[in-house]
């Protein structure tokens, strides 16, 4: 038998309804150097909110996939819902094209675009096109929607957020895998898109992605920085079970970034807030407490701080959240992970491999008898380092969502 | 997608390279009794430099391949050098045939001798004839190679250190699998070669050993004490990536001993070091630092202290390499990872199954503010307990060769 028929096997039938919430501090776990007197954001942080749930709680750490390995935001929050991040690859495009809400079909291929600058030569000077605001942006998208069709293949665009955008190509006979037209560094020219097999609707959409690159350039070309744009992450909707269907769970997402919203809407959670301050999604979670079972509450702002490379900004963030906890526990879900979907350590500017610090609260949980939420003390927790699939199922048995295995 | 194609689609393509560094202190590993008031040999030596180096690691605990498993110094090398102990196996008498400097051929037979003491029954009285020393052991070697062929079969024999020789049966209607004559323990006769399948050729290689037992044996009869020997181990050269396939990396192995020397070949390691003198190799280290990506340092007295039962001597050893850890940093490399192959507890005078510790520096390795490498400290690390074949991609991740997986 197999974990997952083993775990779905010994799945409680529906009883009174536990409340389960996984706060993600996204990247909030870091790395001691001597720069800091070797100590974390968590550590230096003030977070008596955090100490008084610490001491009644499991600590332990997690990695995302495997040992050294660095995941992006898509693999780590998929591992954190439960799902194997390597069998479960969902592409940038998808997640991107469900986080600004366009209804995906099975056979529509989705990227993500960049608006960038290009010299006179048509090299890539500003990979963001010095970071466009999102209302330049929505005029630029508004200026490529002219182009509606590409031969047989509708085309969509919308704008997300700063310089970011979706582009859908829908219908006729196209299908990935193709490769991204990003040469991924400045000082290169924009790269055609090719086919990355034999396939016929391959190099069908190669044709039509690149077409539409030769009409689209042509009506940005009087624009200044935003005059070129660059694809990636082409790809399909993957078949993918819901989270209602995998854990008997209804769940809402409670974060803004189209990314998050992008895979809660991938594995059915309903997305119910837009709001980028913590107090107010703590709020939304109260107010939504009766209506579903399992709370994402994503806080982007510690994975910010940690990009930034700013570490007094990683413990500002901490110290926010933490202040603003009171209005989660108005409300104390039967079961409280807080943990980060990796780890982005100041000192890297960069997500890392290295174990994110996870705390898990409950009437069961247990104490281990460590007094702060750091990466030192979920080191000496009883969770050990396990891998983050896992954790729901941590979760629910805390929640009393599973029978005993055998007699 | 498996792990193996997970990690080889995140390698960078290679950038400017960074050094990795290995040292295995074998059988480091100890475990607290109280006939040593629960100290171990890490925790009684005097360790300046390793403390230094300590309190800026990652450290943690690794097991070499399973939970309760004991290993041998060659699935416990592989393991650290990143190949799955379980599925990779190598016979003895294979690696040390590649440790004395034959080139094995593919359809090679090859067997680890011991010479050993006969009485006037054909008992075994001593397995290891009283551990004769490599000068006796060579001139028995040459009267056994007066035997040339067995039929069609050619027979090659060269001597090791000690009591220790080589036979590799070459050619003719002959292959493993084939039972061991050695009866592993004293007062039993040597047994006669069994082919371990029906089919022709094992028949047939048996046959040719137990042929070439006879004529053997005959030549040694007037030797004392050495007038018999023992076989074991019989194998062929398995299919094995090398190194450099596997992991990119140019790699080099500073270690005296024959096994492994002969698994550092087996994998396509440079072997540059004949020394046993630690700061000896370390120096070979610093003189190479250009030439390789990945070099594997062995010090094998740890072992052979715990093996002898001799705590003090255990300590001495540590101490001896701390001491010699300066020149060592002379050229730090960019990541050190100091372990063992697995435990070699005093207490048990044998290998064992107890975790061994581990350090892994870099500068992001990130550090635990744990000061002392040893047993207890390395329980209380970010690092956790994880099987010993997952380090190689500890020490790439912390050498940034392994790009982000997913977006």
């Known amino acids: ?18 409340k389960l919430v996984l706060l993600v501090l996204d990247g909030v776990g870091d790395i001691a150097t001597s720069q800091t007197d070797y100590l974390t954001p968590l550590e230096v942080a003030q977070t008596p909110e955090l100490d008084k749930i610490a001491i009644s ?3 332990g750490r997690m990695i995302p996939v495997l040992p050294g390995v660095t995941v992006g935001s898509g693999p780590g929050h998929l591992g954190l819902f439960g799902y194997d991040p390597i069998n479960t690859q969902v592409g940038r495009g998808v997640i991107e094209a469900l986080g600004v809400g366009i209804e995906l079909k099975r056979s529509d291929l989705a990227a993500r675009g960049n608006f960038c600058s290009l010299n006179a030569d048509g090299l890539v000077t500003d990979r963001r096109a010095g970071r466009i605001d999102t209302e330049l942006n929505e005029i630029l998208c508004k200026k490529l929607c002219r182009i509606k069709r590409i031969g ?71 624009e200044q920085p935003a005059n070129g744009f660059l694809l990636r992450g082409f790809s399909h909707l993957p078949e993918i079970q819901t989270f209602q269907e995998r854990f008997q769970l209804k769940s809402a997402s409670i974060a803004s970034g189209s990314i998050y919203k992008g895979l809660a809407q991938l594995i059915g959670m309903e997305n119910i807030e837009e709001s980028h301050n913590v107090k107010e999604k703590f709020r939304k979670y109260c107010l939504e407490y009766e209506q579903f079972d399992y709370f994402f509450i994503h806080v982007k702002d510690t994975d910010t701080a940690g990009e930034n490379g700013n570490f007094d900004q990683k413990v500002a963030v901490i110290e926010e959240v933490d202040r603003a906890l009171p209005v989660l526990f108005e409300k104390m879900p039967q079961v409280l992970a807080i943990t980060g979907d990796h780890s982005t350590p ?62």
């Open 57 to 59: 709680s499991a600590l």
């Open 346 to 407: 100041v000192s890297m500017k960069s997500h890392s491999w290295h174990p994110q610090p996870l705390l898990i609260h409950s009437l069961v949980s247990g104490s281990d008898r460590l007094h702060r939420f750091t990466e030192t003390h979920t080191n000496q927790g009883s969770l050990g380092i396990f891998q983050s699939h896992y954790l729901i199922r941590l979760m629910m048995a805390n929640a009393g969502l599973y029978n005993k295995f055998g007699a």
């Open 152 to 222: 047989e293949t509708e085309v969509i665009i919308k704008a997300a957020s700063g310089h970011r955008f979706v582009v859908v190509f829908r219908g006729g006979e196209i299908a990935g895998p193709v490769s991204d037209s990003d040469p991924h560094r400045e000082g290169l020219p924009i790269k055609p898109v090719q086919s990355l097999t034999d396939s016929k609707k391959a190099k069908g959409a190669a044709n039509v992605v690149n077409q539409f690159y030769k009409e689209a350039l042509s009506l940005l070309d009087t």
């Open 1 to 18: 038998m197999d974990q997952e028929s083993l775990y779905q096997s010994l799945r409680r039938p529906s009883r009174s309804v536990s």
